[in-house]
């Protein structure tokens, strides 16, 4: 193994460890985010988060899962939504998020968790210049805030809250 792959995956897990401590110590500090690492992979985690208030992602629930690089926190993790998600920066069918922290904009000052703080605020405050649903975005581009909601809302309460009963 090349010894500067090595002393980075070395890097990698000491930093993934810190913020699974982290996590583990303030489980309940932030009640909108549960994030949990795979017991046999440090660098495959899930996080299950609640949407926002006063959006139409309100009382769903969105599982994402995160695959983490080996060069972490250098490059930004890959982050999916695994719940379906009618949203502008959200790829119905696969998940993929279009967010800049997770592009060209990604620093290693930012966290499993605080990327799962920012996507909450993507869906709070979507951006329907760069959509990666169209319909979604074409929704809000004309002006259609009702019907936007409309799907949303129906898409969160197929896909995103508890069966009842």
Not at 7 to 30: G, H, M, P
Not at 84 to 90: C, D, G, L, M, T
Not at 91 to 104: P, Q, R, S, W
Request: charged share 25%.
């Amino acid at each position: 193994m090349d010894k500067v792959v090595y002393i980075e995956q070395n890097a990698s897990r000491a930093r993934l460890f810190k913020e699974y401590k982290e996590v583990q110590r303030e489980k309940t500090a932030d009640p909108d985010i549960q994030l949990v690492c795979d017991d046999s992979n440090i660098f495959k985690w899930t996080a299950l988060i609640k949407g926002p208030s006063e959006t139409p992602y309100d009382g769903g629930v969105f599982q994402l899962a995160f695959s983490v690089p080996e060069q972490y926190p250098l490059q930004p993790p890959q982050v999916r939504f695994l719940t379906k998600i009618f949203h502008p920066n959200v790829h119905f069918k696969t998940g993929e998020i279009c967010l800049d922290i997770l592009k060209n904009a990604w620093s290693p000052a930012w966290t499993l968790q605080s990327v799962c703080r920012a996507i909450i605020a993507l869906m709070a405050h979507p951006e329907p210049d760069s959509p990666l649903n169209c319909d979604s975005g074409n929704l809000l581009r004309s002006g259609d805030i009702r019907g936007f909601q409309s799907m949303a809302r129906m898409y969160t309460r197929l896909a995103a809250m508890p069966k009842k009963g």
